[in-house]
């Protein structure tokens, strides 16, 4: 190959990397522009199909979201983190069913990022969403969804039917559960039933992977609007909120031994996953045979 051609390739490559990383994004892949944050930032979104192979068939999607709080931003370099070595073939999470792809969405207050805890409108984004909303103590939003960036969430879990979700914030020692049925969901039976199911799941999956960690309700916290509430009681995807460990531990005192606790939180992921994965498919199953 000559000095030309070569010169050319890289060219190509370069263009179609970068066609690749722009169009990364919610608006992008939802073809709507105004799927941004308040300040008209875009929203970075990686979707990632686990065996590597994209057009797979009817496939089935997980998600993983971190930096609600712009402030937790130890959760978005996890995130960043897992979405490299996914991407490479080289995390656990490529263990999960071939037909799983997992979109991430490493920052999800993009204005606000490395600054504060709120949006730009000085909102508590994980107070914003619409079940148990106005029960906080923090500033909510005027109504569920008032703000552009859970806007562009909520967009994006009616395009996508995600069988299981994680919000990861900072720093306490604690996996958030959706909270318990109250008056509004007392009539689905199927969704109380997935609710007892996916705790006990996940109370037994915390006690052998993270053994350190207790678990909580956002409601019992006093924390209505929450993600999971919202993603597991209105969009029925199996929903969670892991929190990271204290920020002394995950200070990188040396490279490794933050890459040692981030590979914690890897396993726990593929195990709470993998379990979401083989309850979603034996409901299936189950809804056939009837
Ligand atoms: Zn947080």
């Known amino acids: 190959m000559n000095h030309f051609s070569i010169k050319l390739l890289t060219i190509v490559f370069s263009l179609l990397y970068h066609s690749e990383s722009i169009s990364d994004t919610i608006a992008k892949t939802l073809q709507d522009s105004s799927l941004k944050s308040v300040e008209n930032r875009d929203i970075k979104l990686v979707s990632v199909p686990v065996s590597g192979k994209v057009n797979i068939k009817n496939p089935r999607y997980l998600y ?25 073939g080289k995390s656990l999470l490529n263990q999960l069913p071939p037909n799983t792809t997992i979109d991430f969405v490493p920052k999800a207050s993009p204005d606000t990022w490395n600054k504060s805890r709120y949006n730009s409108n000085q909102i508590n984004l994980n107070r914003n ?18 703000e552009p960036e859970t806007k562009a969430i909520k967009k994006l879990f009616e395009k996508r039917n995600y069988i299981s979700a994680v919000d990861i914030h900072g720093y306490v020692n604690w996996i958030v559960t959706p909270s318990k049925p109250t008056g509004q969901h007392m009539s689905d039976k199927r969704q109380i039933r997935q609710y007892h199911r996916w705790k006990k799941q996940i109370a037994s999956l915390t006690k052998t992977h993270l053994p350190h960690y207790s678990l909580q309700e956002a409601l019992a916290l006093g924390d209505g609007g929450a993600f999971e509430d919202w993603a597991f009681w209105e969009r029925k995807s199996l929903a969670f909120c892991m929190e990271m460990d204290s920020k002394e531990r995950l200070k990188p005192l040396s490279k490794n031994k933050s890459i040692d606790t981030w590979k914690e939180y890897e396993v726990y992921l593929f195990k709470v996953f993998s379990s979401a994965l083989s309850i979603s498919e034996e409901e299936q199953n189950q809804l056939a045979e009837i």
């Open 64 to 88: 993983i979201q971190a930096g609600l709080h712009g402030n937790e931003t130890a959760t978005s370099s996890f995130v960043e983190w897992l979405i490299r070595k996914t991407k490479k």
């Open 129 to 146: 969403f619409a079940v148990f909303f106005g029960i906080s103590t923090e500033p909510t939003g005027s109504a569920p969804f008032s």
